[in-house]
Nanobody, 120 residues
């Protein structure tokens, strides 16, 4: 089993910054990929950013140049630095881990979500 904890969400004014964190613990052999998704009311969950075990990253066009995904592999932790936030970034943000278990199985696990609200 895995235990995933997210933190860092909150209320911020337009143009402000937030840093999200997400850590996984449990019977983890390695984490193949880490991602951040978001979901706004009435919309589908969308990929915001991802980072592979190689360090390669990708971003959705809407956040390119404003958001930065990073990881600490030793701590099984992924971060999302969000700058120049706009009201359109308001959503629940979910982290996701593609985990190789010590038992040999692979599975995708989600965090509980953290609310980010951008408003004046």
């Amino acid at each position: 089993q895995v235990h995933i904890v997210e933190s860092g969400g909150g209320l911020v004014q337009p143009g402000g910054s937030l840093r999200l964190s997400c850590s996984a613990s449990g019977s983890i052999a390695s984490i193949q990929a880490m991602s951040w998704y978001r979901q706004s009311p009435g919309k589908q969950r969308e990929l915001v950013a991802g980072i592979l075990s190689s360090g390669a990253t990708n971003y959705t066009d809407a956040v390119e140049g404003r958001f930065t995904i990073s990881r600490d592999s030793h701590k099984n932790t992924v971060y999302l630095q969000m700058n120049s936030l706009t009201p359109e970034d308001t959503a629940i943000y979910y982290c996701g881990f593609y985990i190789l278990w010590t038992s040999g199985g692979l599975a995708y696990s989600w965090g509980q979500g953290t609310q980010v609200t951008v408003s004046s």
